[in-house]
């Protein structure tokens, strides 16, 4: 059952440059107990879909259109007040660098306190009390002590924890982990993740993992979302994606991913930089850097491809290939497109490495 649906959201920067589409129509539900992870480039959309979600964006960002709705409840459009009571309480939020994400002038315990007392009833005692054990349930050594720390007297690590305690103290039904170990070391990294993903379990929380590791996506994740330049480009299962990606950028993520040391030859990166989301290419935004693109990715937007009920990907070549298998024709193919343009042209799947 889906707990958190988010349709068609766009949320842009009103710049004096021009409109920065951050978010440009994305869509997505949360089941109960499951993981959903969201990874891309940085400027894809990733940790601006969450803000969105929980809406603490900053001036001059808005939600210009779509919905975000809890347990059926919409969230866009409603007041402060309501709003107030949704975060930290129901939906959560690991913020990226614990390093600075903590007030290095309050201690750790009146941190940890000040949230718990915002978003339920217990008086400052029972915070106390609240606050040792959620330390204590993240793994902290003499919780009774490091309670009156401050930031600074903690490691790294120690700080990500804090952080995580904060965010689970008032039993949120939706963690939002937004990169929660890039600033850590490798070890800690696989106790960090080691550590949500016990407490997912014991908690029976959803989790958004945002984040650009796809190593940390295929250990955690139930399901996944490809972002790029504000738009989802494929969706599917974590196996979907690991084993039959179809959008050319999930591609070429995986192949980007570094092997073993046994494992000889060069690491294989996508060319080029991420699109300039100010200046969006008419056809698909990742045509510049596609090495499979063809003439109606220049020019049109990708139609949405449903390989199956979990998995789907918007991507002119996976289309193409769908043409040569005879799954689709061309005229199904333009019928949808709906385009004068593209119905007119002989063959629109000329160029790149995809003409034959």
């Given at each position: ?94 913020f990226q660098d614990p390093m ?257």
């Amino acid at each position: 059952m889906s707990i958190l649906e988010v349709r068609d959201l766009h949320t842009s920067f009103f710049t004096k440059a021009g409109e920065v589409k951050a978010v440009n129509g994305v869509s997505f539900d949360v089941d109960r107990g499951k993981v959903l992870g969201i990874v891309g480039e940085s400027g894809s959309g990733k940790s601006v879909t969450a803000y969105s979600i929980l809406q603490i964006l900053t001036y001059p960002g808005k939600i210009v259109s779509g919905s975000v709705k809890l347990h059926g409840e919409e969230l866009v459009g409603c007041s402060e007040d309501t709003i107030r009571k949704v975060r930290g309480n129901r939906i959560s939020i690991i913020f990226q660098d614990p390093m600075t994400s903590l007030n290095p002038v309050y201690t750790v315990g009146n941190q940890l306190m000040e949230a718990i007392m915002l978003h339920t009833d217990r008086d400052k005692d029972e915070a106390f009390d609240r606050a040792v054990e959620m330390l204590d349930l993240v793994g902290i050594n003499e919780p009774h002590k490091r309670v009156k720390q401050y930031p600074y007297e903690l490691s790294g690590g120690m700080r990500q924890r804090v952080m995580i305690a904060m965010a689970l103290a008032c039993e949120p039904d939706i963690l939002i982990a937004d990169e929660p170990t890039t600033a850590l070391d490798v070890t800690i990294q696989a106790q960090i993740l080691e550590l949500m993903q016990k407490l997912q379990r014991e908690l029976g929380m959803a989790i958004i993992m945002i984040t650009h590791d796809l190593g940390v996506i295929a250990s955690m994740c139930d399901d996944v979302i490809v972002m790029y330049a504000g738009k989802v480009c494929e969706k599917g299962t974590a196996d979907d994606i690991f084993y039959s990606p179809k959008h050319e950028y999930t591609k070429g993520l995986i192949k980007s991913i570094p092997y073993g040391s046994k494992k000889k030859g060069k690491l294989i990166p996508i060319a080029g930089s991420p699109v300039d989301v100010l200046n969006l290419p008419s056809g698909c935004a990742f045509s510049p850097r596609c090495n499979c693109a063809m003439k109606v990715c220049l020019d049109t937007p990708p139609i949405r491809n449903n390989f199956s009920p979990t998995h789907y990907a918007s991507c002119w070549q996976s289309t193409y290939e769908a043409i040569k298998k005879g799954d689709v024709t061309l005229e199904q193919v333009q019928e949808e497109l709906n385009s004068e343009e593209c119905r007119q042209a002989d063959s629109p799947f000329e160029g790149g490495e995809a003409d034959e």
